[in-house]
């Protein structure tokens, strides 16, 4: 039922097309259901925009990026509170793994499209 419901919501056909992967990668047992109404209610949430983005990010993200902050909020991007060697940083973001999930299920091919 929960699945319906991200899909009525999306309010893009290819939100509901990469809310299908999920659901599909959870049937083949790749994620558990946690997880996936975690990812799928991040991507229910999102500018696919900023999706795309993520995508073709580097590994450390500027915080001074508008569209970083949103991805922050739905955990698919966490502040980068300190580096390797303990000190803090200002300004500066990562990929969740939650976020990095996404990507190794939605995105997994090149073709440039979510819902190829």
């Known amino acids: ?19 299908g992967r999920l659901f599909a990668a959870l049937r083949r047992g790749e994620i558990d259901y946690e997880l996936f109404e ?5 991507v229910s949430r999102v500018h696919l925009p900023d999706l795309e ?3 073709s990010a580097p590994a450390e993200l500027d915080m001074d ?19 390797e060697d303990g000190y803090y940083v200002l300004g500066a973001a990562t990929i ?4 990095k999930r996404l990507l190794d299920l ?11």
Do not use: N, Y
């Open 1 to 19: 039922m929960r699945l319906l419901i991200l899909i009525e919501r999306s309010d893009d056909l290819d939100k509901a097309s990469l809310i």
């Open 38 to 42: 975690r990812i799928a209610g991040a």
């Open 53 to 55: 983005r993520l995508r």
């Open 65 to 83: 990026q508008e569209w970083v902050h949103p991805l922050i909020a739905t955990g698919l991007v966490k502040p980068r509170l300190r580096d």
């Open 96 to 99: 969740s793994s939650v976020g």
């Open 106 to 116: 939605c995105f997994e091919d090149d073709s440039g499209s979510p819902g190829s």
